[in-house]
């Protein structure tokens, strides 16, 4: 049975959520599931923007065999070429042999890296502000490369005013029922993760992100489709100013992120101990996480939204705590910057945890590290809470 959405008289979603994936990119926690939007232009051609990912390839053909009933399909516009939108492409080349694929030559050689697909007379390869005219649309190009992969393309349509954004506005989890933004308390509800997909997804990115922002800021845009989440058609600032924001690397809100490695638990007492005395001494949000058993991109996420980070890290073979070292190496590969950091070191013999996190982040542009690293021998005693004292007092003033 179909289960498409009527977006105009002549665009429909003919994508599908997927609640049994755990994992996106078998990378990123998505314990509701996830969206995956793709959409249907019937005019005088018929165009499809994206295809889908094979969790809800099912859904997809019904939603599209119902849309065009006994018409074909012209074209299939490719915004960006990952599999998760892509992997019904030589389905559909096989059930429309009249179809033509548009991409740029990015997509084209990329498209052949992933499938065997006879492409001889059925592609239209576009450049930077090559047009569409499909009869009444017409559809411009504008290349977003690595928002989030080096191909992807936006598309604008400027009869309808609709922007084709690619995976640019999209977010983890799945839609609930309503499709628009404006149906939903998207800051409370569908925020978290909207940050959480930007900064682990495109995060490392931001100039091109800027970028993306300079080329569409002429175009009169009434709507945004992303391929992920929620549909865009008013209040455009409640996504765009948090993507400039994030692009910039300018920390959304203060506050103090806590991140601690612990194997008895040691390391995290100075952590709950200096979250204490953050909160007394007037920080209003302060977020602790235990690296051991919080995934990184919720950590990442929230590296993001505030501005001064803490590190606190036992020493394991004489080296960073693993789970330490990989969020750190996380945070240096999105290009975190512009935030203030304090470390916290804890070792029995040979403390080395403190000096193997300053080496990560002193590859780290525009990372102010406070000079002193707090160091702790095995546990937290009393010249250490005067210590974490003077710390809370340093990230006060920071």
Known sequence: MHNFRKIMDDLYNVGANDRRITLFENAHPVPRGMSYNSYLLLDEKTVLLDAVDPGIAEQFWQNLSAIL??????????????????????????????MTVVGNKKTFTMLNQFYEVDLEGRMLEVKEGDVLETGKHTLTFYFAPMVHWPEVMVAYDSYSKVLFSADAFGTFGPIDGAMYADQVNFEEDYLPEVRRYYANIIGKYGRNVTTLFEKIAGLDIEMFCPLHGLIWRKDFHLIT?????????????????????????????AAEILANKL?????????????SSEHPSYILADCFRYDRLVFASATFNAELFPYMESLLLDLKAHNLTNRTVALIENGSWAVASGRKMREILDQMKGMTILEQTLSIKSSVKGPDLEALDELAKALLAA
Request: include cysteine; charge should be negative; proline fraction near 6%.
């Open 69 to 98: 009933n006994d018409r074909q399909l012209d074209y299939l516009i490719i915004t960006h070429i990952e599999p998760d939108h892509c992997s019904q492409i030589p389905e559909l080349m096989r059930r429309y042999p009249g």
């Open 241 to 269: 100013d948090k993507y400039k924001q994030w692009a910039s690397y300018t920390p959304e809100e203060r506050g103090v992120v806590i991140a601690y490695g612990s194997i008895y638990g040691n390391t995290a007492l």
């Open 279 to 291: 909160a007394d001494g007037g920080v209003e949000k302060v977020v602790v996480h235990n690296v």
